[in-house]
């Protein structure tokens, strides 16, 4: 349902949101290594991020991508819809392209319910949220890295 583009973009703002704020910055090279995201496509998203508000950068040695009071408010929804196309979620499960309540799929029922509750889901919560959520499990990884760390 959501592109590797997208799924990035959510991994960066989620580190952001868990690390980050107006006095600690990171740089694209930082979050790129951390994250384990090749660092001119992780540029490419949060540039993309800056234009629509969503992350906020400063230039210079003390510079960096950060959250502010105003990006901390954006939903999961709000990066979906500024990287991707949020239409991707009325697509059809299996790829028909006449799929509906009206004509449906085989996996349609089942499915239907799924993307509705995913999509309030993301549009609901900030980005915020969902960190704050990471931060208070211990079993909730973003990066390949933290799988070292997880007992079995």
């Known amino acids: 349902m959501l592109t590797n583009a997208t799924k990035i973009a959510i991994r960066a703002m989620l580190y952001l949101a868990m690390f980050s704020d107006e006095t600690k910055k990171f740089g694209v090279k930082h979050i790129a290594e951390t994250l384990q995201i090749p660092k001119p496509f992780l540029s490419k998203l949060l540039q993309k991020l800056k234009k629509s508000n969503i992350v906020s950068s400063t230039k210079g040695p003390r510079g960096g991508f ?56 993301f549009k609901d919560k900030t980005i915020v949220t969902l960190a704050n959520e990471i931060k208070s499990s211990d079993k909730v990884i973003i990066s390949l890295k933290d799988f070292d760390s997880i007992d079995s």
Do not use: Q
């Open 66 to 121: 950060y959250l502010n009071k105003l990006n901390a408010k954006k939903s999961v929804w709000d990066i979906i819809v500024c990287i991707d196309n949020p239409e991707r979620f009325d697509h059809c499960f299996l790829g028909l392209a006449k799929c509906s309540d009206e004509n449906p799929c085989p996996v349609h029922f089942t499915v239907a319910p799924f993307k509705k509750k995913i999509m309030r889901d």
